[in-house]
């Protein structure tokens, strides 16, 4: 394990943000993870994973570890099912696509995402009608404190919209080293109502659909929508679409009976979080070389120079004008540091 001192964290993270950290190790296997951590001791700690949900506004004064552990291994299959551990390093649009080329089905709406598959449990990421949650079998974690190894099931992981009890209960006290899926070998779960899915479909003639084709639309409609981290620095999605009880939404569909809504339950609805930010102006506008994205308003985006604080008071704008104007509070889903 070599460690690096002053290190540029540029190319670590999709926002393109240029801070350095104090101290920096790529970690490329477990023990050295335990080593690290040994060494970290009465180090401050910043885990860095694919740096896709996440926004730097400051130099890390921390030892940073890049999870770069790769590997994925068959645990169990049989007839109709597969189970698969996939270590934390591996980029998740690459395993989706692993996937899909052994025709294994229950990831395909989920391509495209950015970021790595060990980072994936924690905000419990979802596209187009499907959670990571649906998938999952167990994680193993490495615990900061002790070194010791964890599994924990899906029920322990306590999902939930975007959120995970690595989210929460025990948020900074565990490493994820490893994730284990279930997936479908044939006799494949699909969906493709959600979204423009099933219109890209039509579009295509295609009346029975594989999941190379749910995965190849899902990549399409992404792309026509995201910018590529790699030409325009971003974050994906950078707000949460806000959950309304029933009294808000009532009053809400009053003033805006146009809106798009999803029903989550009888007292729940979800407002797409883009439709108020376009509705709010913000969609396309630029402020220095920080900006909300010109096809999806739920992006910001890195044109050049901006630096993590001058994206996080736009993101703090948006907020207020969203709040002033419907009442709605839109929570952001990238991490800021």
Known sequence: MQIEHNKSLKLFNTFGIDCKADLFAEIQTVPELKEALAEAKNKPLFILGGGSNMLLTKDVHAFVLYINLKGISVVSEDDDFITMQVMAGENWHEFVQYCIEHDYGGVENLSLIPGNVGTAPIQNIGAYGVELKDVFKSCTAVAIETQQERTFSKEECKFDYRNSIFKSEIKGKYIITSVTFTLSKWKHILHTSYGAIKDHLAAKHIDIPTIKDISEAVIAIRQSKLPDPKELGNSGSFFKNPVVDGETFKS????????????????????????????????????GDAGVHKNQALVLVNHGDATGNEIWELAIKIQKAVKEKFGIYIEPEVNVF
């Open 252 to 287: 809400f569909r009053l003033q805006y009976p146009d809106a798009p809504f999803y029903e989550v339950s009888a007292t729940e609805f979800k407002i797409p979080a883009a439709w108020l930010i376009e509705q709010a102006g913000f969609k396309g506008q630029r402020f």
